[in-house]
């Protein structure tokens, strides 16, 4: 292990006070993880391998960014289901793309991804970051005697047991509303009439199974909503709601799904997006479909400091 005293008199010790961090690598002692976090923003702001070591791939960086990119810099990734089953991801990591969150199960039908240990472990393999998550359709037992979050959140703890995953688990929250349809941002109809929920049985549903994940993940959840559904959901939404710890992946696209340039739109109360689901109609080399033709993809931002922040780093 490097010593202060050796760390400081590097290349590397004399680069980094150039970095917009909240303090220069020279303040902290290498031994700590205070140390690697640091390592691992700077490296993801350079599209680096991650790994928290001042290896010879980031000394050279280094040398050629005296003044880096800071913590603020955008980072992009995917997230995939069972519509894109074929993925090359050394590919989708050498098109730029640094994460990915995949579809673990849909409790409301008892599905599971067949492909979700191999895809996780070869994005993992390639060099991103990986997550899963469940499709989180909040049921009312009124029309579904069965209904369980707390069963929904054990099924998918189940799915994802042993996976190498660096990111927190995902609930994607996005169809149920009350009885009645809400045209999303791709001008398509959303909901399914059938579930006839309040905004705040929806929000008692999720909660139940953000506390559930949270136990059995060891940090809370990610919670994914597009701004239509943040928006019907906010007047249910407590200020000490559970919900409102989870960092907040929101989706909002451009038209017809293309990419969205501006930010998301913050939508109180819920806290500003970590992640911003910018496009669903993405396209990258080796992403396929169930035909093995390209495959559109849904398109992710965060901040580098974001991302080193979710992989608990």
């Not at 009124?142 to 042993?162: I, N, Q, W, Y």
């Not at 093995?292 to 780093?313: M, W």
Request: hydrophobic share 40%; with cysteine.
């Amino acid at each position: 292990m490097m010593t202060p005293t050796a760390y400081n008199a590097s290349v590397a010790g004399r680069l980094w006070p150039h970095v917009a961090l909240p303090q220069p690598l020279p303040a902290l002692d290498p031994a700590t993880p205070a140390f690697t976090s640091a390592v691992v923003v700077w490296q993801i702001a350079l599209g680096l391998r991650p790994d928290g070591q001042l290896g010879p791939a980031t000394w050279a960086a280094m040398r050629r960014h005296a003044t880096p990119p800071s913590a603020s810099a955008p980072v992009l990734g995917i997230d995939v289901s069972g519509h894109q089953p074929y993925i090359d991801w050394p590919a989708v990591y050498a098109a730029g793309y640094r994460y990915a969150w995949v579809k673990a199960t849909e409790p409301r039908t008892g599905y599971v991804y067949g492909r979700l240990a191999e895809h996780v472990h070869a994005a993992a393999a390639a060099g991103l970051a990986v997550g899963a998550y469940t499709f989180n359709a909040a049921r009312d037992k009124r029309t579904d005697a069965k209904a369980s979050p707390e069963r929904d959140a054990d099924a998918f703890l189940d799915a994802v047991r042993g996976l190498p995953l660096t990111l927190p688990l995902a609930i994607d929250e996005e169809e149920m509303y009350q009885g009645r349809r809400i045209r999303g941002p791709d001008g398509k109809l959303r909901g399914d009439p059938k579930y006839k929920m309040t905004a705040a049985a929806i929000v008692e549903w999720d909660e139940r199974v953000a506390v559930r994940l949270t136990e059995g993940a060891g940090r809370p959840p990610v919670f994914y909503a597009y701004t239509a559904m943040l928006r019907y959901l906010a007047p249910a939404v407590s200020r000490g709601s559970v919900l409102l710890d989870c960092p907040l992946w929101q989706s909002q696209v451009g038209d017809g799904g293309g990419p969205r340039s501006k930010p998301a739109t913050h939508v109180k109360p819920w806290p500003e997006a970590a992640v911003h689901q910018y496009s669903w109609t993405g396209r990258i080399t080796g992403v396929l479909s169930k035909a093995r033709r390209p495959a559109n993809v849904d398109l992710n931002r965060c901040t580098a400091a974001t991302l080193a922040a979710l992989r608990g780093v």
